[in-house]
């Protein structure tokens, strides 16, 4: 069955993250979004997208602080589809090197590492870097740059996920190291890289987390 017109994709407000640039970008894709920093709403929520910028301490305390860890545990295992942006990818592991002993979300196995400065990689990686797709992911079908990628994404991050983290599919991009770019595992799904900052790919990706993830759901 076709979405009803309301549908509202949550996009939480805890004090971290790129807020009105990612509303807008959502919008654009076109989704109904709703900013909320009530935790609350997510029960019920057709889609849950978790922005994140910054230190990860910082941002998994003002997380924690704002309520927001245990309905949005409850709602990931109800099987609302979620979405996590840039620290919000990071977040949904168990930890972080930047941060050791600060639990993550611990909704997929794994810690996320700090790249190591050497020769042509400097720390951290700040440009367009390209995805190598991995399977089959909602956010990623149709999508093609050419050589085998889905084309090129806008990337400044110190940490990342590693390549051996058991994910359903997604992207991978190198810089020194393989990482995951993109993951999707189940109603899970994140990105690396800001897709409001990456352009038509980007405001592609968020389409397709709304066409194949979000409304799916009503199909």
Known sequence: MTPPPDLDVLLLDYGAGNLRSAEKALVRAGMTVKVTGTPADLAGAAGIVVPGQGHFRQVMEAFDESGFREPLLSAVASGTPLLGICVGMQMLFEGSEEAPGVSGLGLIPGRVRRFTAQPGHKVPQMGWNSLQPVGDSPLLRGLTGGEGSAGYAYFVHSYYVPAEVPVDAGAV?????????????????????????SGALGLALLARFRQNVVESDFS
Do not use: M
Not at 173 to 197: C, D, L, M
């Open 173 to 197: 991009t190198e810089y020194g190291v393989p990482f995951w770019s993109v993951i999707s595992r189940g109603n899970i799904h994140a990105t690396q890289f800001h897709p409001e900052k």
